[in-house]
């Protein structure tokens, strides 16, 4: 007999928060019944109203906290309760690096069925502020205004920001210039649901030195008047190194399209993570907090254990940022990416550090190491830092094919992650260790580092 859903919405009722949610969102139940209350914290009694109902589950809107929890902190942003960019700024920075410990600890428990597995104390960042190198805020209007910002929680109307406390200075100062720009010089702001107008997004790049890269994506290949946008982005921006256009002409949620115009500079960035330095073009994946990078590379060399006899593969390495972590420790080290721009970069990166050990590959981690395989390609140690949805299953299987010695797994999601070490276990490979690293702080993400080691070594 199927059970009666005990709420239904405009209810309201008073729950006690019992833990947080994998978007930390408070969760408690009414009746054994899940109940999501964005906002609450775990320990919190609160009045809500229920907006919407599930099958397994329903989502309520706090009206009233009847006690407040002792992690609870004022948020510093103003547009904090509407923007979506931040999850944690009301939640004290001790306590959110317990809370994302315990989320990489749960889904590997729950998802991946592994017992005992120690999961380290997050290695929290010593300014967990003004971070982010990377920006790519939408446009659009707002009561007749040029708004420039995040999405607002849940939907697709943009909160317009002036200082992102979690963007480095160049960034939020991009932002001040182009929304001038947009209004000095008349340039059609994009409307989602008429899918026309002109600037669709503003994206910012700050590398070494501060220096600044700004890519407008805009829904049509004409941009008017784009030389004098150029010259004032440049008077306005002394740091600016870089203005590119990207267009992107199709009516869907995809930021960046396939065509890039080089409008002025240079078509990449520099940035440095120890006594590396990286070219970066707009399509490059590099993490998006330099300073915890090298917190989380160091981390995967310690993993690694390498001696300087062993050959390497790094999966899914991007600019090849690992890879040349790992080639300074090893005989070998083997890139492997699918996005050709990033591993011309990478291959760049290489002749600018003097690595002559390092080689790079352009294809599919799933095509590519089935491959590599059967080319009899056997390396002693395999990193991997796929993206959210985690590792395939030919690239698992190629992997644990391969018979290296240590897995280094690295992962931006505790879900796929519990579920490939789970596959990992039964392939013949051991979970020794996790080490979390707060690459993302004020927000629900959390990266980690897995340390895996062949059974038959044991």
Request: hydrophobic share 40%.
């Amino acid at each position: 007999m199927r059970r009666e859903i005990p709420v239904k919405p405009g209810q309201t009722c008073e729950i006690l928060i019992e833990r947080f949610g994998s978007n930390a969102e408070g969760v408690g139940n009414i009746e054994g019944f899940t109940v999501f209350a964005p906002g609450a914290l775990p320990g919190e009694k609160v009045r809500l109203e229920i907006e919407t109902v599930k099958k397994n589950y329903a989502v309520g809107a706090v009206k009233k906290r009847l006690t407040e929890s002792a992690i609870r902190v004022a948020p510093r942003c103003p547009v904090y309760a509407a923007c979506g960019g931040c999850q944690l700024q009301h939640v004290s920075y001790p306590a959110q690096l317990e809370l994302k410990r315990r989320q990489v600890s749960d889904a590997i428990e729950r998802i991946g069925g592994l017992k005992g597995v120690s999961v380290l104390p997050v290695k929290g960042a010593e300014n967990p502020w003004n971070y982010r190198n990377k920006m790519q805020f939408p446009v659009g209007r707002g009561a007749g205004e040029i708004v420039i910002g995040c999405f607002a929680r849940g939907s697709h109307t943009i909160v317009d920001t002036t200082d992102c406390l979690i963007q480095q200075a160049g960034n939020n100062a991009l932002i001040a210039a182009m929304r001038e720009a947009a209004r000095k010089f008349d340039v059609p702001v994009y409307d989602e649901d008429r899918h026309s107008g002109v600037l669709r997004h503003v994206m910012g790049r700050v590398g070494k030195n501060d220096a600044l890269m700004a890519v407008l994506v805009t829904a049509t290949p004409e941009l008017r008047r784009a030389k004098e946008i150029v010259g004032f982005l440049r008077r306005r921006l002394p740091n600016l190194v870089s203005v590119q256009q990207n267009i992107q002409t199709y009516h869907n949620n995809v930021i960046l399209g396939r065509e890039t115009k080089l409008l002025w500079g240079k078509p990449t960035i520099e940035d440095a993570i120890g006594r590396l330095n990286f070219h970066i073009s707009l399509r490059s994946f590099f993490q998006v907090n330099t300073a915890q990078a090298e917190v989380l590379y160091r981390q995967a060399l310690d993993y690694a254990a390498l001696t300087g006899r062993e050959t390497v593969i790094d999966a899914y390495c991007g600019t090849g940022t690992i890879t040349l972590f790992l080639a300074q420790r090893a005989r070998r080290a083997i890139g492997i990416e699918i996005v050709a721009p990033a591993i011309r970069d990478a291959q760049k990166n290489a002749r600018d550090n003097r690595v002559k050990n390092a080689e790079f590959i352009t294809g599919d981690a799933t095509s590519v190491m089935p491959r590599l395989y059967k080319e009899h390609i056997r390396p002693d140690v395999i990193v991997i830092d796929p993206p959210r949805a985690g590792c395939t299953p030919p690239v698992l299987t190629a992997m644990a094919a391969m018979h290296p010695r240590r897995i280094v797994y690295v992962s931006c999601n505790p879900a796929t992650l519990g579920r490939d070490l789970a596959i990992l276990t039964g392939l013949g490979y051991q979970t020794k260790e996790v080490q979390p690293v707060d690459m993302f702080p004020m927000t629900s993400h959390v990266e980690c580092l897995t340390k895996l080691v062949r059974k038959d070594l044991l």
